[in-house]
Nanobody, 120 residues
Framework: QVQLVESGGGLVQAGGSLRLSCAASGSIFSIGAMGWYRQAPGKQRELVATIRSDGITNYADSVKGRFTISRENAKNTVYLQMNSLKPEDTAVYYC??????????????WGQGTQVTVSS
C-alpha cells in the first residue's frame, strides 16, 4: 500500500506565498516523476508542475516564474513553493507520483488534495 500525504495548503492574500509538501510512504522501491495538479470549481484538473527523478522540471505557463517544484528523493517528498499568488490560483492541489512498489507493477498514485485559497 502506498500513500501520498499532502500538507501546506490554506488561505492567503493575493501576492502572498505558500509551500506545499507531499510525502510518499509504503513499500516503495523507486519513484519516477512527481508532480502537482490542481482543480478549481467547475474546471478540469490541470497540470501545475512536474519534476523527473533526474531533476528536470516542467511548468504550466500560468505559473512559470512564480512557482518552483523541487523534490527530496531521500524523503520521497515533493514540494511546491508558490509565490506571488493570484486569486486564479485558488483550487484543490493534488500531488501525483509514478511509483514502483516491491512485488507489484508500477503505477500512478494521487494524494487526497489540499485546498489553496487566494483572496483578492
Amino acid at each position: 500500500q502506498v500513500q501520498l500525504v499532502e500538507s501546506g495548503g490554506g488561505l492567503v492574500q493575493a501576492g502572498g506565498s505558500l509551500r506545499l509538501s507531499c510525502a510518499a510512504s509504503g513499500s516503495i522501491f523507486s519513484i519516477g516523476a512527481m508532480g502537482w495538479y490542481r482543480q478549481a470549481p467547475g474546471k478540469q484538473r490541470e497540470l501545475v508542475a512536474t519534476i523527473r527523478s533526474d531533476g528536470i522540471t516542467n511548468y504550466a505557463d500560468s505559473v512559470k516564474g512564480r512557482f518552483t517544484i523541487s523534490r527530496e528523493n531521500a524523503k520521497n517528498t515533493v514540494y511546491l513553493q508558490m509565490n506571488s499568488l493570484k486569486p486564479e490560483d485558488t483550487a484543490v492541489y493534488y500531488c501525483n507520483a509514478y511509483i514502483w512498489i516491491v512485488g507489484r507493477p508500477s503505477s500512478d498514485y494521487w494524494g487526497q488534495g489540499t485546498q489553496v485559497t487566494v483572496s483578492s
